[in-house]
């Protein structure tokens, strides 16, 4: 029976398990069975022009990159990872390889939501910079600088030892906190990379193949289960899942296996132990598609990148919110603050990854783009996450979403 009841759990840590549940939450939304949203379809078209004029304003040409943590790192139109990247001499392509994903990994731990008080003066420019792009410059200079490697030598690596001991203080420093420059939710941040050095450091089976433990092992992880050199993206996810799960926060378990960024919804219905869990995993997706393009630089091939899913994150959910897709059934739900784990929360994550699909078939439809040529991750790019933040900003003088999320920084 243990066996049946690990299957059915990890069955859940995969993005068609996100796919099919947001899907199911959406045809009951559709139906009129929802708690707290209805659903809108008419203004899908709306949504669909306002991702376009975005899109087009910040990619002319519609060349249109996967969104990922790499296009954080860019400023003022100069890559800074590449930068220092292609100024150094690594011995192979793995070896940059190993650097790209412990900067991914670490970057992508340290970016849930920064607050709208936060910022992160940026010694290149002098500029004042907040919120997501805040914290990838943050945490580039961090990892350039050498703060989580154990080699003073080798300042491009984030080391399990030293990640397991990191101070609160160096993180504070380095995002610059005090307060007048508060950040939301730095103890569970620095609990995480805790969490994630910790767990590296025990599974030297998997992220010291090449190397000592480190992050940046899970490369060669992913790499041994190629196949004629390529990999598909979901399997990137499955990893992500499986190896860095235990690192999160104890939520929701089934057959002792942590189920990460799993919610429970009494609407979601099955006929085993999975019956109203509904998985997102939105950080961990995150990090999956900041996770191709250094496979792609290693030489791998990566198939099947729309088998991954869009983000449950409150960009792309304040867009179908402020665009009036999904309507409150109580307005004073807008002005009150809820629970990560709240069923407004979960049904508005999950209708969100079930609307991004219906999104990408309508700005394909209007490009005359495939899947292939126009991917949802380059889509998301454009894309929904830009028009979300517009819109919110048109919206609300601050930029918040329309939704207040508790969040503890690990979540968002």
């Known amino acids: 029976m243990a066996d049946a009841l690990e299957l059915q759990a990890r069955s859940l840590l995969s993005a068609e398990a996100v796919r099919t549940r947001a899907g199911e939450m959406l045809e009951i939304g559709l139906n009129g069975g929802l708690t707290h949203f209805t659903i809108d379809l008419d203004r899908m078209d709306g949504v669909a ?14 060349d249109i990159p996967f969104h990922a943590r790499w296009r954080h790192f860019v400023l003022g139109g100069v890559d800074r990872w590449a930068r220092l990247a292609d100024a150094t001499s690594w011995p192979d392509r793995a070896a940059r390889a190993r650097a790209e994903f412990d900067l991914a990994i670490v970057s992508v731990l340290l970016d849930a939501g920064a607050g709208a008080a936060w910022r992160y003066r940026d010694a290149v420019t002098g500029q004042d910079i907040g919120r997501s792009e805040g914290l990838a410059i943050a945490s580039l200079d961090m990892f350039a600088s050498g703060l989580f490697s154990g080699d003073a030598r080798a300042p491009f690596r984030a080391d399990a ?4 001991k990191l101070p609160l203080a160096a993180l504070t420093s380095a995002f610059q906190v005090s307060d007048a420059n508060p950040l939301l939710g730095l103890e569970g941040r620095t609990d995480l990379l805790r969490r994630l050095g910790r767990l590296v450091s025990e599974r030297a089976d998997v992220f010291g193949l090449r190397d000592t433990p480190r992050p940046g092992g899970l490369f ?18 499955s990893a992500v899942l499986n190896q860095l799960g235990p690192i999160w926060p104890s939520r929701l378990e089934l057959a002792g296996i942590p189920l990460g960024d799993c919610w429970r919804h009494p609407a979601i219905k099955a006929n085993d132990a999975t019956a109203g869990l509904v998985p997102l995993h939105k950080l961990s997706q995150w990090l999956s598609y900041s996770l191709i393009e250094p496979l792609q630089r290693a030489g791998l091939e990566v198939t099947d990148i729309d088998g991954l899913t869009g983000l449950a994150e409150y960009r ?34 999950a209708l969100t990854v079930a609307l991004l699909d219906r999104l990408a078939e309508r700005v394909r439809a209007k490009l005359g783009r495939t899947p292939e040529s126009l991917p949802l991750a380059s889509i998301l790019e454009g894309g929904t996450w830009a028009a979300g933040r517009a819109i919110a900003f048109s919206r609300r003088p601050d930029g918040a979403p329309p939704l207040k999320v508790i969040s503890d920084g690990t979540v968002f």
């Open 49 to 62: 022009e306002a991702v376009l004029a975005v899109t087009r304003k910040a990619y002319p040409t519609l």
């Open 161 to 164: 030892d030293l990640l397991a």
């Open 220 to 237: 060669d992880h992913i790499a041994a289960q190629a196949v004629g050199g390529a990999i598909a993206a979901p399997a990137i996810l």
């Open 316 to 349: 792309n959910g304040g867009l179908f919110v402020d665009h009036e897709v999904l309507r409150l059934r109580d307005p004073n739900d807008a002005e009150r603050a809820h629970a990560v784990d709240s069923l407004l929360v979960v049904e508005w994550r």
